[in-house]
């Protein structure tokens, strides 16, 4: 069991580019997000989704597209890259089970400049 | 979600018991208190949750008051390893509605172990 895995760990980016972080995970959970996270501050969730075909916007959604086409997979995409959007990325998941707690990935770093 | 209150930080003495408190005044019946922990840049780990009775695992104790307003998370015998930021979250069951789905993490608990 790999658990939840992101890719890439490091991303440089120039303003306005584009790229996608992946997400991936192998223990058929229905739950997936996105989470942001800035020097200093705590987690702050991006989008999530509580099945394939199904996405929702979390408290910091602009600048960011998902998509959910299988269960295993839930990429983040950013279109137009800003310096704003520098930050660390967490991708988690969560049994659909009425208590159970969230796994995290390793995160993605990304800079933008 | 209900909102919980968590002081900045604390120290421990490296084998003494790390007693993190955490406040969650307007908790409601179906919430659940989680706690999770992150090592320097690590991703988030989840450690114990409970919903009003007090719960231990291997990693720790979760001592949630009668009244289920606040909770402690007990690390038996800090080590080195246990320096890192505690976050308590709180959250209702899976399927009712947007409160288990969006998860919210405040600053957390930077916990320092000392030597």
């Known amino acids: 069991n790999a658990g939840v895995t992101q890719t890439p760990k490091f991303q440089v980016l120039k303003t306005g580019q584009s790229m996608t972080l992946q997400c991936a995970q192998d223990m058929n959970h229905e739950y997936m997000s996105w989470y942001r996270q800035d020097p200093g501050m705590g987690l702050r969730l991006i989008h999530y989704s509580v099945g394939a075909g199904i996405t929702d916007q979390g408290e910091v959604p602009n600048g960011y597209n998902v998509s959910r086409s299988t269960t295993e997979d839930f990429p983040l995409r950013l279109l137009s890259a800003a310096p704003s959007q520098t930050s660390v990325y967490f991708c988690?998941?969560?049994?659909?089970?009425?208590?159970?707690?969230?796994?995290f990935g390793n995160g993605t770093r990304l800079t933008v400049t | 979600d209900a909102k919980t209150t968590q002081p900045t930080s604390m120290d421990c003495a490296e084998g003494r018991a790390a007693n993190l408190p955490c406040n969650h005044s307007?908790?409601?019946?179906?919430?659940?208190v989680y706690w999770y922990r992150q090592i320097h840049s690590q991703g988030p780990q989840y450690i114990i949750h409970?919903?009003?009775?007090?719960e231990t695992n291997e990693m720790a104790s979760l001592i949630i008051t009668e009244d289920r307003k606040s909770s402690t998370l007990i690390l038996p015998h800090a080590t080195l390893r246990d320096t890192a930021v505690y976050y308590c979250?709180?959250?209702?069951?899976w399927g009712s509605g947007a409160g288990s789905y969006q998860l919210t993490f405040g600053k957390g608990t930077k916990l320092s172990v000392i030597p």
């Open positions: 307007t908790i409601s019946g179906n919430e659940y």
């Open positions: 409970g919903l009003k009775n007090n």
């Open positions: 979250i709180v959250r209702v069951a």
């Open positions: 988690a998941s969560m049994e659909s089970s009425y208590n159970s707690p969230l796994h």
